[in-house]
């Protein structure tokens, strides 16, 4: 079983640079989040997806954006890379909302230089 | 705001009981939740407890809720070397979609 899968497990870019981080789940799960992981400050989330057709802001938005393709797809998109956006970013699926169990992809190990 | 905190590491020997402990603000916390990331891994969910119960057992994995204290711990019994994990805390507070994530304890066991 596949879960969540996230492409690519690691990238290093430019300062500038952009790039969009895919996610893909396939247990049918109807919200969708991407998080982002810093030593000593554990999950702080990007943007959420409750349902198919809809995105929101999470903790820490800013220099991201967001797609739900499909109820499968969720992409996070990096526009002009920054040196702050160094981070391992996660992707993670639920089958509705935050009272329900979260599966994670193996993450995106990201450094911007 | 809404807060989670934890301590960042705990260091046990292995055989012994690891108790993680977990503070948290939100009152209206309906799940709180205990995620293991293991190295180079996503997180996967341990357990949970809903906020009306006071503990939850699961084989070697005991959950204490304090709810006037906002004081949720984990505890593993006979600890073991395949035990060496990040642990989270996160409680699902006002938001419907948002977890709120504890900084994670890092579990090390010593032989």
């Known amino acids: 079983n596949a879960g969540v899968t996230q492409t690519p497990k690691f990238q290093v870019l430019k300062t500038g640079q952009s790039m969009t981080l895919q996610c893909a789940q396939d247990m049918n799960h109807n919200s969708m989040y991407w998080y982002r992981q810093d030593p000593g400050m554990g999950l702080r989330l990007i943007y959420y997806?409750?349902?198919?057709?809809?995105?929101d802001k999470g903790e820490v938005p800013n220099g991201y954006n967001v797609s739900r393709l499909n109820k499968r797809e969720f992409s996070l998109r990096l526009e002009s890379a920054a040196p702050s956006q160094t981070s391992v970013y996660f992707c993670?699926?639920?089958?509705?909302?935050?009272?329900?169990?979260?599966?994670f992809g193996q993450g995106t190990r990201l450094t911007v230089v | 705001g809404e807060d989670v905190e934890q301590s960042l590491f705990l260091s046990v020997r292995e055989g012994d009981s690891s108790v993680i402990n977990c503070t948290y603000t939100?009152?209206?916390?309906?799940?709180l939740y205990w995620y293991k990331q293991e190295p180079g891994a996503g997180l996967q969910l341990l357990t949970y407890?809903?906020?009306n119960m006071d503990m939850k057992q699961d084989q070697r994995l005991t959950v204490l809720l304090n709810k006037k204290d906002k004081h949720l711990s984990l505890r593993i019994a006979d600890t073991q070397t395949g035990d060496s994990a990040i642990y989270f805390c996160a409680e699902a507070g006002d938001s419907n979609y948002q977890l709120i994530w504890g900084a994670g304890t890092k579990l090390i066991i010593k032989p």
């Open positions: 997806s409750a349902s198919e057709g809809t995105t």
């Open positions: 939100d009152s209206s916390s309906t799940y």
């Open positions: 993670a699926s639920s089958e509705l909302g935050a009272n329900t169990e979260a599966f």
């Open positions: 407890i809903f906020s």
